[in-house]
């Protein structure tokens, strides 16, 4: 018997610490993979949402306009360094933020990291930076969870999730 349920790769991290148990338990009963396409012959996805740092006129003083802004890049480059950001996906599951993580030694041989990035990472999509996006991927997991409960069947769960996205976002494009 298999379970299938959608998620993000950063479970993984989050059952290492929640269910207590070696990472070897997670390799002898789980396996992930991409979305699977849409229709048949079709490209499977994954979906990833980059960060972006902003730094603005605000951060400027009146005495040195330029140094707070100065500082903020410098904290930027820090905090965003091959090294720091590895760290941070080796503990909780996420995926390199930068290429040149995906040369680097730790990354590349942690076993987790360097199979999803080498199976699912090709298929990655960016979810749009929408201020409706939040409201899209939850109508999106409610469809999403009613075809693999068997509440709908897969055309209903498109029919509801076409209305509910139309009725709050009414300048949505909808292709068939």
């Not at 905090?79 to 040149?100: M, Y």
């Not at 068997?150 to 769960?157: F, I, V």
């Amino acid at each position: 018997m298999a379970i299938w349920l959608t998620g993000g790769s950063w479970q993984w991290g989050e059952w290492l610490v929640a269910y207590k148990q070696p990472e070897e338990v997670l390799w002898e009963h789980f396996v992930f993979a991409p979305i699977p396409a849409a229709e048949k012959g079709g490209t499977p996805v994954s979906v990833s949402h980059p960060l972006v740092w902003l730094i603005t006129k605000v951060t400027s003083s009146a005495e040195n306009p330029e140094l707070h802004q100065d500082l903020a890049c410098e904290l930027i480059t820090h905090v965003s360094s091959v090294e720091r950001n590895t760290d941070h996906a080796i503990h909780s599951a996420h995926l390199a933020i930068r290429k040149a993580q995906l040369e680097y030694w730790r990354y590349k041989e942690n076993k987790f990291l360097a199979k999803v990035t080498e199976e699912v990472s090709p298929f990655a999509r960016f979810s749009p930076n929408h201020p409706k996006a939040p409201f899209y991927w939850e109508a999106l997991f409610t469809a999403i969870v009613a075809v693999e409960t068997g509440a709908q069947t897969p055309q209903e769960a498109l029919d509801t999730l076409i209305r509910t996205l139309q009725a709050e976002i009414p300048d949505l494009i909808v292709e068939e």
